[in-house]
């Protein structure tokens, strides 16, 4: 698969700080890179994504645990991208990882 871009973010206790990282030379096309933004307004207008807290309360119920008990794994998707959430709990780190591969890469 191809990675696009992926996005690293942190709480802070008030609010979520997002960093972009592309995954290839050439930029996403506008129309997949709007759905990438969608998706992370979505995402972060969801209860579950309010705080740390919260997030952490919505791994423990829905998320996929991984070795590390304080790391989990949600998957999604939308028309042109996979999207692998990896989602960290533990606080003063950051918190999570929003990579988006290209469907027609797979």
């Known amino acids: 698969m191809s990675l696009i871009a992926y996005s690293r973010s942190d709480y802070d206790g008030y ?5 972009w990282f592309p995954g290839q030379e050439e930029k996403a096309p506008p129309e997949v890179a709007s759905e990438m933004d969608r998706f992370m307004d979505a995402l972060f207008a969801l209860p579950e ?3 740390l ?4 309360r919505a791994c423990k ?3 996929e645990p991984t070795k590390e008990n304080t790391e989990y794994n949600l998957y999604s998707e939308t ?3 996979y999207i692998w959430l990896r ?3 533990r606080e003063r780190d950051y918190n999570l990882y ?3 591969y290209d469907k027609d890469a797979a």
């Open 15 to 19: 609010k979520w700080w997002t960093t």
């Open 49 to 51: 994504f309010k705080t």
């Open 53 to 56: 807290r919260s997030m952490r």
């Open 61 to 63: 119920l829905y998320a």
């Open 79 to 81: 028309e042109h991208l």
């Open 87 to 89: 989602l960290i709990t």
């Open 98 to 100: 929003v990579y988006f």
